[in-house]
């Protein structure tokens, strides 16, 4: 219902975000409910976003407000094969620095077993894993999978998307293709018509010249006949 009306909204948290691919649960996991929020430029707005909510009884909505300043350091010294959530997730502005806050303590790792082991070491930290999971040294979180996350499902959108625009081009490429070689067979159609027609005017040319050769011959034929004749005459006289 936000993303239709007013006040206006940056949009999805989903669809802003730009998540490494292979780390959505993980992501999705550490955002929690603002995995499937909206992204708004204020705290102002959001307050208007869910008065608006409530006066239309319209149900309920998570909002991500946009921050100022720079995002914090994610955490350092991390264990091997451990990686700071912050560094899988880019957002534009405000929305990219107020995400990094959110996700300053959390670290990705491989399993629950590795989770375990980093908030033994380090209770300050949450971790998640690739599968989805979440613990932290007060909350923990996770299970088998249920239905995809927005950002799974954004990142199917954003796949499928890819995949229509190379369709697409590969469509303008072969259509291109298909005028070129139309082209090329037309060419060649006309080259082929004038052979012909050339072939044809060859032809007849021979023919003529076969014709005046018939001719020549009867004449000589005429010619040599006459001459005996007038040799036997003089022989006789």
Do not use: K
Not at 226 to 235: F, K, P, Q, V, Y
């Amino acid at each position: 219902a936000l993303l239709a009306g007013d006040p206006p909204v940056l949009g999805s948290v989903a669809a802003l975000l730009d998540v490494e691919p292979g780390y959505e649960d993980a992501v999705a996991a550490a955002l929690g409910a603002l995995a499937d929020a909206v992204a708004v430029e204020s705290v102002d707005v959001a307050v208007d976003a869910l008065r608006r909510l409530r006066d239309d009884d319209a149900g309920r909505a998570v909002v991500l407000v946009a921050a100022d300043g720079e995002a914090p350091a994610p955490p350092a010294d991390l264990p091997a094969g451990a990686r700071s959530v912050v560094d899988l997730v880019r957002a534009p502005g405000g929305v990219g620095t107020a995400v990094a806050r959110l996700l300053a303590g959390v670290v990705v790792v491989e399993d629950l077993a590795h989770a375990r082991a980093l908030v033994a070491a380090r209770p300050e930290l949450v971790a998640v894993t690739r599968g989805g999971d979440l613990l932290g040294a007060l909350r923990a979180a996770g299970g088998s999978a249920g239905a995809p996350s927005a950002l799974e499902l954004q990142r199917a959108l954003d796949d499928a998307r890819a995949r229509l625009a190379e369709a697409v081009a590969l469509g303008e490429r072969t259509r291109f293709e298909i005028v070129a070689a139309e082209r090329a067979v037309a060419e060649a159609q006309e080259r082929h018509d004038a052979t012909l027609e050339r072939l044809h005017e060859s032809d007849a040319a021979l023919a003529a010249v076969a014709e005046q050769l018939g001719h020549l011959g009867s004449v000589a034929r005429a010619a040599r006949a006459e001459a005996d004749r007038a040799r036997a005459t003089l022989e006789q006289a």
